[in-house]
Nanobody
Framework: QVQLVESGGGLVQAGGSLRLSCTASGSMSRINAMGWYRQAPGKQRELVAD???????NYADSVKGRFTISLDNAKNTVYLQMNSLKSEDTGVYYCAAGNIMGLRVGVPGYWGQGTQVTVSS
């Protein structure tokens, strides 16, 4: 079993920055990828970014050039640095961990509890 605990959400003005953190604990033997999803009100959950084996990164087109995902293996912590935030980035951000194939299609194996990000325009 793997537990994911997120932090770092909050309220920020458009153009500002936030950094989300997600720390994993438990058995990590089956985890080869971690990532972030988000869900805006009235919309489906969407993949924002993921990182595989701590090296290969993938981003949604809407966040490329603005968001950066990184992994600190020693701390089992994945970060999402969000810059140049827009109102459309508002939503609940969920950390995900598991096999990359499942993670990419919304079935990662493990989810965090979610953290709210609100960008005011």
């Amino acid at each position: 079993q793997v537990q994911l605990v997120e932090s770092g959400g909050g309220l920020v003005q458009a153009g500002g920055s936030l950094r989300l953190s997600c720390t994993a604990s438990g058995s990590m033997s089956r985890i080869n990828a971690m990532g972030w999803y988000r869900q805006a009100p009235g919309k489906q959950r969407e993949l924002v970014a993921d990182i595989t084996h701590g090296v290969t990164t993938n981003y949604a087109d809407s966040v490329k050039g603005r968001f950066t995902i990184s992994l600190d293996n020693a701390k089992n912590t994945v970060y999402l640095q969000m810059n140049s935030l827009k109102s459309e980035d508002t939503g609940v951000y969920y950390c995900a961990a598991g096999n990359i194939m499942g993670l990419r299609v919304g079935v990662p194996g493990y989810w965090g509890q979610g953290t709210q990000v609100t960008v005011s325009s």
